[in-house]
C-alpha cells in the first residue's frame, strides 16, 4: 500500500483550532457525505502530479508548499492566501502542458489516471480560492 493525499477546506477559524489541537482535526473538519463542496482526494496520483507540476516549472509543490502543523503526523496547512495563489497558477495550467512533461511513454490509462486527479485538484483549489478558504492536506 502506498501513501494517499487529501485536501480539506477549512476556515481560517476551524485552521486556528486545528493548529493549536492537531487532535481536533477530526472533529473540526466538515466530512459531510452529501456535501456539494469538491474534495481534494488525490488517491495516490499525488506524488505523480507533484513530480509533474515541479519538472514543468509551475512553482507548485504538493510536498513543500503547506506547513507542515506541529504535534500532527501528516497534517499540512496551506493559507487561504496559498490557497488563492495556487488555484490562480493551477487554472492557467492545462493538463496536456503538465503530460509533455512525463519522463517515460506511460500508457494512457496512466495519464488518464493523473487526468482525473489533476482536474480534482483544480477544482478543489478553485471551490476553496472563490470561498476564501484555507485547506488542510493529510498523508496517510
Not at 486556528?16 to 495516490?44: M, N, R
Amino acid at each position: 500500500m502506498g501513501t494517499v493525499v487529501s485536501f480539506k477546506r477549512i476556515s481560517d477559524a476551524q485552521l486556528a483550532q486545528i493548529v493549536a489541537d492537531p487532535d481536533q482535526y477530526w472533529e473540526v473538519i466538515d466530512d459531510d457525505p452529501g456535501s456539494t463542496v469538491p474534495d481534494g482526494y488525490l488517491d495516490k496520483a499525488w506524488s505523480g502530479l507533484s513530480d509533474l507540476l515541479m519538472s514543468s516549472g509551475t512553482g507548485i509543490n504538493l510536498i513543500a508548499d503547506g506547513e507542515l502543523i506541529d504535534g500532527s503526523e501528516g497534517l499540512f496547512y496551506w493559507s487561504s492566501a496559498l490557497v488563492q495563489r495556487t488555484a490562480e497558477k493551477l487554472g492557467d495550467i492545462p493538463f496536456a502542458t503538465l503530460a509533455a512533461h512525463y519522463e517515460t511513454t506511460p500508457a494512457d490509462d496512466e495519464l488518464d489516471y493523473l487526468r482525473e486527479y489533476y482536474d480534482v485538484l483544480v477544482k478543489f483549489f478553485g471551490s476553496a480560492a472563490t470561498a476564501g478558504s484555507a485547506a488542510v492536506m493529510s498523508m496517510g
